[in-house]
């Protein structure tokens, strides 16, 4: 055979080199890849031990820091104990959780945990050992210098502090080794009411786990360790983080929980049942049951709902109650609603539906939103007109401007909502400026209703944005998935100026999508108010107060002189009707902790005026006095519990550490995990573009090879 010409030999050479550098970039920029989606996917997982030197701690039973740098020691949480009384509209509930140290060392804790966000906490102590320490109110600075010189001195010690209205977060320090901790926390609240079909029915909700927050804005490096964990916007956003155990990870059940629930109605119960845990209910008398879990406990991955209802007839229509003090009185009004026939015809709507596409909403929420999006479809009537804006890192409108109800139209709807996917960030300040235009109509009633689980963390930035932008309409927030941020929903449609609706499975979402639009389409009150007896000098919340809706109450907590007597009258405009109704202090039932509710509900009014613009240097001094006052946890004030006898030498180091906590159940770890910390780009998205980058840039060097050669 004729050998090759030696050019033709040293181009086949050079094909053959470049053939080779292709195979090895393709194979390089895989590992890369795939590298970029394993880091990903290793800063949304479990987290490692961690120090908690501030208040940025991670949610979860006790982690501690492995000796020398090795893998972290969980300290078992032996059990979590939530007791629950409730008294007609006002609950009382004690959370007691038990940790041990199980390592030879010296050891301090971190967790965060959630409460209901209207909760007002009042009482913290800890068991050490064979140590009781009751905790003590202080200014939040104060409490926290307290507690790092205990904990310095070798001293046990705790703190628990406030991040959100719902988020709190525990720091235990110098537990001894292989010694039990346990923590007693102690709040109150009231319940949402309603009646429907006549029938009253009270809904209870004890929050188990904080779910992931998307976190917009640009991130931001601390000043002294370099660390991000905070952006421009939301500049605490590492306080209410916690990592995500990916569900094949969390091996045995992640801080069991049980409960014991001591329910005094006040009035006859027809049923009480519990959708989302099997429940044992026992009879003690007509108006009283106690409720226990079934299995006796259940992991901390999903809310804990309870719901009764009243015998038919006993739902009242007007109820105050009133507790008195040595300063003053302290009233809590619930305002039912008068009968239909005694309002005027409802006017025709304009309805506008938001729903959340986001990664956060994939699984089981995105059907839920689907589903109670497609039966709300269905109500509207022919007089009425609408538009559907669908939003995750973008906001996108169906229609440019509302349509008429029309059945084409609704036709279009109803196949766009079915085949709406998850996917993205959860960008709502577009999609909320898209609905609300600010505008006022006599005409027409205005309603937005934002289905959504409300997993953002720059919460401040959209109530300000819902509260320039309301005008005449009124915003309802439906709250999708097994832990939605009802600090948010709830926070929201106050703003908003109307209610929040909680759908926590598919099955539920036809009762309640049902009950929410009967109360929408229903007449409603406007411009309702409270003309408080002569001499009373009430200071009420919430202020300026809601409408009034078929079925839904309005609640109002005052602070009145001591020993006001009188009656008060409460006013309100149907259509063309002048509307009022009185009710007499005097005859009011004896209430207990309304003074505390209310200074809670007032201390939250005087956050809205800071959010709103006022001067936090007049806002701080009054909310320190009201939660110095009852004794409550507040942005400005923290509980800390310091032994008085030190406990650990000096010589004896001391390690700290926090842990992560379980995906709420139903939360695909696929539409969370690509989220964390900013929500928006899944793993596979960054291998994707790592992949196509390297690819282009091999590409461009074969070009550049082949037109080498070519010269």
């Given at each position: ?80 104990d939530v007791s629950i009384r409730v008294s007609g509209p006002i609950v009382r509930t004690t959370v007691v959780q038990r940790f041990r140290n199980p390592a030879g060392d010296w050891r301090e804790g971190s ?224 305002l039912m609603p008068p009968a239909a026939s005694r309002v005027a015809r409802r006017l025709p709507r304009e309805v506008v539906f938001i729903i959340d596409t986001s990664g956060s909403m994939e699984g089981t ?347």
């Amino acid at each position: 055979m004729t050998p090759a010409p030696l050019g033709l030999r040293d181009r086949i050479r050079e094909i053959a080199d470049l053939l080779a550098r292709l195979l090895l970039m393709f194979v390089t920029g895989l590992g890369i890849s795939l590298a970029l989606g394993g880091i990903v996917l290793l800063l949304a997982g479990p987290a490692a031990a961690a120090t908690a030197d501030d208040d940025t701690v991670q949610q979860g039973t006790l982690l501690f820091a492995g000796a020398d740098g090795g893998d972290p020691l969980a300290a078992p949480l032996l059990h979590t104990d939530v007791s629950i009384r409730v008294s007609g509209p006002i609950v009382r509930t004690t959370v007691v959780q038990r940790f041990r140290n199980p390592a030879g060392d010296w050891r301090e804790g971190s967790y965060v945990f959630p409460l209901p966000e209207t909760a007002a906490v009042q009482r913290m102590r800890i068991r050490v050992a064979d140590r009781l320490i009751e905790g003590e109110i202080q200014e939040r600075a104060q409490a926290q210098a307290t507690y790092e010189k205990a904990k310095a001195e070798g001293k046990h010690t705790a703190l628990v502090s406030q991040q959100r209205p719902n988020i709190f977060t525990t720091r235990v320090a110098n537990i001894g080794p292989r010694d039990e901790v346990l923590v007693e926390i102690e709040y109150q609240h009231r319940l949402p009411y309603y009646v429907v079909d006549g029938v009253g029915r009270y809904s209870l909700r004890f929050p188990m786990v904080v779910a992931p927050r998307y976190i917009p804005g640009r991130p931001v490096a601390d000043e002294e360790s370099g660390a991000i964990g905070a952006t421009d916007v939301v500049p605490d956003a590492a306080a209410i983080l916690p990592p995500m155990l990916l569900p094949d990870e969390r091996g045995p059940i992640i801080n069991p929980v049980s409960l014991n629930v001591y329910l005094d109605a006040g009035a006859p119960i027809a049923t009480v049942d519990s959708p989302f845990h099997r429940i044992r209910v026992d009879t003690l008398k007509p108006a009283v049951r106690r409720i226990r879990l079934s299995e006796g406990r259940t992991p901390a991955n999903r809310d804990f709902v309870l719901n009764w209802t009243l015998a038919s007839g006993a739902a009242p229509h007007a109820t105050l109650f009133v507790e008195p003090a040595a300063a003053r009185d302290h009233a809590l009004l619930m305002l039912m609603p008068p009968a239909a026939s005694r309002v005027a015809r409802r006017l025709p709507r304009e309805v506008v539906f938001i729903i959340d596409t986001s990664g956060s909403m994939e699984g089981t929420s995105i059907v839920q939103a689907r589903e109670a999006l497609a039966l709300a479809l269905e109500r509207l009537d022919a007089e009425d007109r609408f538009n559907v804006i669908e939003f995750n890192s973008e906001p996108f409108a169906l229609f440019d401007a509302a349509q008429p109800a029309s059945r084409a139209n609704l036709s279009r709807a109803t196949h766009w909502v079915r085949h709406l996917r998850a996917r993205g960030g959860t960008e709502m300040a577009g999609a909320l400026a898209l609905a609300l235009d600010g505008g006022r109509s006599a005409e027409r009633v205005r309603q937005v209703i934002f289905l959504t689980d409300g997993a953002v963390g720059n919460e401040a930035q959209l109530f300000g944005l819902i509260q320039q932008r309301l005008g005449d309409t009124r915003l309802f927030t439906v709250g999708i998935g097994s832990a939605p941020n009802s600090h948010f929903m709830r926070k929201a449609a106050q703003a908003g100026r109307g209610s929040f609706t909680y759908i926590g499975q598919v099955g539920e979402v036809a009762a309640r999508m049902g009950e929410l639009f009967a109360r929408l389409e229903s007449p409603v009150l406007k411009n309702l108010s409270i003309v408080w007896p002569a001499g009373a000098a009430a200071d009420a919340t919430p202020d300026p107060l809601p409408d009034l809706y078929l079925g839904e109450p309005v609640v109002v907590a005052a602070a009145l002189a001591h020993g006001a007597r009188g009656e008060l009258q409460i006013r309100g405009d149907a259509g063309d009707i002048r509307w009022t109704s009185s009710l007499s202090l005097a005859e009011a039932h004896p209430g207990e902790g309304i003074g505390a509710l209310w200074a809670r509900d007032k201390i939250e009014r005087l956050m809205d005026a800071l959010s709103e613009g006022a001067a936090e240097d007049a806002i701080r001094p009054q909310v320190l006095a009201l939660a110095l006052e009852h004794r409550l946890l507040s942005r400005y004030t923290s509980f800390v519990a310091v032994d008085k006898t030190p406990a650990r030498s000096a010589d004896a180091r001391l390690k700290s550490g926090a842990v992560p906590s379980a995906l709420p159940a139903g939360w695909s770890p696929a539409g969370v995990f690509g989220e964390l910390p900013q929500g928006a780009t899944d793993a596979r998205w960054h291998a994707l573009i790592g992949l196509i980058a390297l690819a282009a840039f091999g590409l461009a060097r074969t070009r550049l090879r082949f037109t080498s050669l070519e010269a």
